[in-house]
């Protein structure tokens, strides 16, 4: 674990993520853990604040309506603007335009379309899947512990969706949607991932996830399934 | 010997902890001697009113305030010179240290609360603020530390607590990023001969050193359970 000014390196080497070179030197500039790849040094936050990238998938709270579309709190420094000519669905479906239009504090599923730090991030709800928030539970969740939720390639993720039989819509900007069957196995799903979020940096945590789930719902919606 | 029972320089008993506030960012806390100050960090975040944003980098703001039962007088709430002053310094003094270029068009706000006074506020003030910042995950060059030197009794002395600060001759500020070396705020009131102003420094600054030290124990401590380099490229991996 590194901390902020913290001597990473002398020599030749590369500054990547997270660390700035002086002279030759290369200084740690977040509280983290200091990874290097070749001679590449970087240093992954433990603790940071979500900041846009083109392509995330996030949730957000529609907090303003004006002319052209509605600025939206992603959770972010910078607040996103979902303009209206981004939420029409390919084929206009007349059963759900309501979910085309949305109201301050309804919640949206959005794709980050543009953002550079000059101007505020742009969303998108036109992708499928995206679009207002009608039912479920949120979580929020610190956006660092993001990746460890998700896991390697989509481990922790798909392991949790798999044993709960839950759809669960994970925000890079740390807004998790969960959507079960039954509100016993919503508090399941929010439990483990609180749990995810506190020993987000211990090893073995999947195997204690699946241990948790198993123990919870007894078995598991998927051996319910098996069986009948 | 001095006045508490230290030696000239010797700094007073000092404990940090770092993450004491929920609602905040970051936050820290530090007892130094009979000093107790609270800091919070809330930033980057959107900046309200619109016109303070800059640009091409964070705004700064930073707030000291000491509470009306910090001293033995009752101190007025209204904002006082002297705590405008001080907020002044203390933000010009950790500004070097964040990469505010990170997050353009945002401010990031720092409160610091006094809630016991005993000399050496504004240094225990940064050495609080400069962790919470960290604590907050602000990309920082390094953290900032700060102690103070001073002339009581006509002998150099570091770390003044009130009463050698009242009573005695100089006192020095001094905060200082060791690493880098560079120092971001030197004041000092009184007087100092050339000679006893370079020993007053070499004390802040071998001072600042000690203190810098007790700064990482502290982070470290914070996020103890975290030390996993296996976990790191795991999750390295994932953010690709």
Known sequence: MVTPGELLAQGEYYSDLNTFKDGNNVYSTMVGIFDYRGNRLSVVPLKHCYIPFVGDLVIGRIVDISMSGWSVDINSPYPALLPATETMARQRTPDREHERVFDVGDLVKAKVLAFDRTRDPLLTARDRGLGKVTHGRIIRISPSKIPRLIGKGGSMINMLKKESSCSLTVGQNGVVLVTCKSPEYEQVVVDVIKMIENEAHTHGLTDRVFEMIKSRLGGGYSAEREAS | ?240
């Open chain 2, 1 to 240: 010997m001095r006045l508490d029972g230290r030696r000239p320089d010797e700094l007073r008993p000092i404990k940090l902890e770092v993450g004491v506030l929920e609602n905040a960012y970051g936050s820290a806390y530090i007892e130094q001697g009979k000093n107790r100050i609270l800091v919070g960090i809330y930033g980057p975040r959107e900046a309200h009113p619109k016109h303070m944003f800059l640009p091409d980098r964070a705004t700064i703001r930073c707030r000291y305030r000491m509470a009306p039962f910090s001293t033995e007088e009752r101190k007025n709430p209204a904002p006082s010179r002297r705590e405008i002053e001080i907020s002044k310094v203390i933000r010009e003094a950790l500004e070097p240290s964040v990469i505010s270029e990170y997050y353009p068009r945002t401010v990031i706000d720092i409160f610091i609360e006094a809630l016991q006074c005993d000399g050496g506020t504004r240094c225990a003030g940064i050495v609080a603020a400069s962790l919470a910042l960290a604590d907050a995950g602000i990309p920082m060059r390094e953290l900032v530390s700060a102690c103070s030197a001073g002339k009581v009794d006509g002998q150099v002395v570091s770390d003044l607590f009130d009463l050698e600060d009242k009573y005695g001759q100089a006192d020095m500020p001094v905060a200082f990023m060791p690493n880098l070396g560079v120092i971001t705020l030197i004041q000092m009131d009184g007087g100092l001969s050339k000679q006893e102003f370079e020993k007053a420094l070499d004390m802040a600054l071998d001072g600042c050193r000690q203190i810098r030290n007790l700064q990482v124990e502290a982070l470290k401590r914070r996020y103890q359970a975290t030390t996993d380099t296996e976990v790191a490229r795991d999750i390295s991996e994932e953010n690709k």
